[in-house]
Structure formats: C-alpha cells, structure tokens
C-alpha cells in the first residue's frame, strides 16, 4: 500500500506560527476514512490508495487558501512498494527491530 509524506506549507501570512493552518489541514484528514494517517512535526504520513492520497492532498493544499493565505507550497514524497504489502507501522517495526 503506497505510502506519502506530505506537508503543506502556507506563504503570505500574517503570522510566523502555522500551527491553526496545520490543524485546519487535520480537518480534512478527521472527515474523512479512506486513508490512514499521521501527524509528524515536519509533515503528515499518509497511507492509502494513490487516488485517496492525491484527491485529500488537493483538498488539503487548498485550506490555506481558504484562510487568507496568498501562496501554498505543498511537497509530496510517495513510497509504493509494490513486491511485498508495507504499512506505516511495518516500516517503523522494521527499523525499530534492527535497533536491538
């Protein structure tokens, strides 16, 4: 299942702090339940269908916007392993593992 980091990143602001931008962002993540996510101080992980992942990325980048930013940045990193079934916890499990 594929995996993606994303961050969305408001410019033009009138304020440093982005914090009301992020959790207006988590909105959309809370309304929804097709794709499994994380909260990160970076970013977001997302993991689900790239359809899911791409449809609440658009709907995600455009929060800012609707709260009187003036531009958006928005980075995606996708992870689609497709030779064997991966997770977001698989992934922190194998390296944890190797840890020991």
Do not use: W
Request: hydrophobic share 35%.
């Amino acid at each position: 299942m594929p995996i993606a980091e994303l961050t969305v990143v408001p410019l033009g602001t009138k304020e440093t702090s982005l914090s009301k931008y992020v959790a207006d962002c988590h909105q959309i993540l809370k309304e929804q339940d097709k794709v499994e996510y994380q909260l990160t101080p970076m970013g977001t992980v997302l993991e689900g269908d790239l359809e899911d992942i791409f449809a609440i990325t658009q709907k995600m980048h455009e929060v800012p916007f609707e709260n009187g930013a003036l531009r958006v940045t928005t980075s995606l990193k996708i992870d689609d392993r497709r030779d064997k079934k991966g997770s977001m916890k698989q992934k922190l499990d194998s390296v944890e593992s190797k840890l020991k």
